[in-house]
C-alpha cells in the first residue's frame, strides 16, 4: 500500500465475499458497496459519537467534524493497515463535566489536549520498545478497576437527568433494552441510537423538546471552533482517560488482528500516536477526545469488509455533516429525559466493561492483592473521593485510578519479598 495507505486492491469481482473470506484492510470492495458500507460506519458511530457532547455541553457539530479529521489522519499515520472509526470517548465524560465546573469549557479542551499529548508520547514509547511495558504496568485486574469506576463514577450525572423528565426517561431505557434482544444484526447492535430516537419522539409528544436555537440556525456553515485554556488542576482529571484509551487502542488492534488474521503488532504504537494526536486536534479547536470505536468492529464482523476505504468514506460524510449548524442543533435539542435513559445504561455499560475485563481474563478474587485493589478503587471512584493538594484537585477518577495502581503493584512487591501470598493471579 501507499505511504497515505490509500492504495486498494479490488477483493475479487468486488462485489461478493465468498464464506470464509474477508475483505482486508488494504483491499476493497466495488465502490458502490464501498460507499455503502461506510454510510454503515457512520450509523454506527453516530448516537455514541454525539452523546458525548450532549451530555458534557459541548458543540456535537465541532465533535463529529474533528471525529471525522481524527479518523483521516488515524488511517493516514497506520497507513491504511488499522481499520477504525475515531469517535468521542466515554473515557472523557466525567473530567470534561468536572473541569468544565471550575474551569470552563476551554479549561477542559486543555485537559483534553494534555490527555492527548499524553497519549501521542505512549504511542512513541511503544513505538519505539514495544507494548509489553504496558501489560506489565496495566495487567487485567488494574484495567479492569479503572474502566470500571470511570463508568460508575458518573451515575449521579445519569440520574441528575433522569429524575427531570422521568417517564421519557424510563422510555427511552426501555426502548434500548427491547431493541437490543428483539432485533439482530445492526439494528440491535445500534439499540443506545435507536432508543434515543424513541425516547425523543416520545419527548416531542409531551412538550419536552426546544426548537428555538435550531430554527435560528442556518443550513450551512463552519462548526463553531473554541480555544483552549491551560491549568494544572485539570491534570488529576484527564491522567486516568490516558491510561483507558491506552487499553482500547491496543485492544482495538489486537481485535482486529485477529480477525483478520493480519499481525499488527508493529502498527499498535502508529494507532496510539494517530489517536493521541487526533484527540491533541480535536482539544485545539472545541471538540471532544477521540478513541478507536467497538461499534465500528461490530459493522465489520457483520460485513466481513475491514477495508479501510470504508472508513474513508465515513470520515468525508462525518466532515460533511458537521458543515451544517442546523443539523448539529438539532442533535443539542435532545431533552434531559432521553439523555437520563440513554445515560444510565451507557454509563453502566461502561462499568460493566471493566468488570468484563476480569472475566475474559479470568482475574482471581481470591487472591487478596486483586480483591484489596478492586475494592478500594471501585468505592473512592464511586464514591468521588476528593483530594486537594494546593490548585491541584484530584477526584475520584484519578484518585481510584491512582489507588488501583499504587495497591496492586505495592502490595505485589511486598508480598512477593514477604512470600505471603499463595493465590494465584488469575483462575
Known amino acids: 500500500m501507499s505511504l497515505l495507505g490509500t492504495s486498494w486492491t479490488l477483493h475479487g469481482d468486488g462485489k461478493t465475499v465468498r464464506p470464509g473470506e474477508v475483505v482486508a484492510p488494504g483491499e476493497r470492495l466495488s465502490w458502490p458497496r464501498t460507499i455503502g458500507i461506510g454510510a454503515q460506519h457512520v450509523v454506527a458511530m453516530f448516537g455514541s459519537t454525539f452523546l458525548v457532547p450532549i451530555l458534557t455541553g459541548m458543540p456535537p457539530a465541532t465533535t463529529l ?38 474551569f470552563g469549557v476551554a479549561g477542559a ?109 442556518a443550513w450551512i456553515g463552519l462548526p463553531h471552533f473554541q480555544t483552549p485554556s491551560f491549568n494544572v488542576g485539570v491534570i488529576g482529571l484527564f491522567v486516568p482517560v490516558v491510561l483507558v484509551l491506552v487499553a482500547e487502542n491496543v485492544g482495538h488492534v489486537k481485535s482486529v488482528a485477529t480477525m483478520t488474521g493480519e499481525n499488527l503488532d508493529a502498527y499498535a504504537g502508529r494507532a496510539l500516536m494517530a489517536d493521541g494526536a487526533a484527540t491533541v486536534l480535536a482539544g485545539a479547536g472545541g471538540g471532544s477526545g477521540t478513541t478507536t470505536y467497538a461499534e465500528n468492529i461490530g459493522v465489520m464482523a457483520a460485513t466481513k469488509v475491514y477495508s479501510t476505504a470504508a472508513y474513508w468514506v465515513a470520515g468525508v460524510v462525518a466532515i460533511l455533516l458537521s458543515f451544517s449548524p442546523k443539523f448539529g442543533a438539532l442533535i443539542a435539542t435532545v431533552p434531559a429525559g432521553v439523555l437520563g435513559g440513554a445515560a444510565t445504561m451507557l454509563y453502566g455499560m461502561i462499568g460493566i466493561l471493566g468488570v468484563k475485563i476480569w472475566v475474559q481474563n479470568k482475574v482471581n478474587f481470591s487472591n487478596p492483592i486483586n480483591l484489596s485493589t478492586a475494592a478500594v478503587a471501585l468505592i473512592v471512584g464511586i464514591a468521588d473521593y476528593t483530594w486537594n493538594l494546593g490548585d491541584l484537585s484530584f477526584t475520584g477518577i484519578a484518585l481510584g485510578s491512582a489507588a488501583a495502581l499504587v495497591m496492586y503493584h505495592g502490595m505485589k512487591a511486598i508480598a512477593k519479598a514477604r512470600g505471603t501470598v499463595a493465590e494465584p493471579e488469575s483462575e
Not at 113 to 130: D, K, P, T, W
Open 65 to 102: 467534524f474533528f471525529s471525522g479529521v481524527g479518523t483521516l489522519l488515524f488511517l493516514v499515520l497506520t497507513r491504511g493497515r488499522v481499520p477504525s472509526y475515531l469517535g468521542s470517548s466515554f473515557a472523557f465524560i466525567a473530567p470534561i463535566m468536572a473541569s468544565q465546573q471550575q
Open 109 to 217: 479542551l486543555g485537559g483534553v489536549i494534555m490527555a492527548g499529548a499524553a497519549l501521542f508520547l505512549v504511542g512513541l514509547v511503544v513505538q519505539a520498545v514495544g507494548s509489553e511495558w504496558i501489560n506489565r504496568l496495566m495487567p487485567p485486574m488494574v484495567t479492569g478497576a479503572i474502566v470500571a469506576l470511570i463508568g460508575l463514577n458518573l451515575a449521579p450525572a445519569a440520574k441528575a437527568n433522569f429524575v427531570k423528565a422521568p417517564i421519557t426517561a424510563l422510555v427511552t431505557l426501555l426502548a434500548i433494552i427491547l431493541v437490543g434482544v428483539l432485533f439482530r444484526g445492526i439494528l440491535g447492535r445500534l439499540n443506545i441510537l435507536v432508543g434515543v430516537v424513541l425516547g425523543y419522539l416520545v419527548a416531542m409528544w409531551r412538550g419536552e423538546v426546544d426548537y428555538s436555537q435550531m430554527d435560528a440556525a
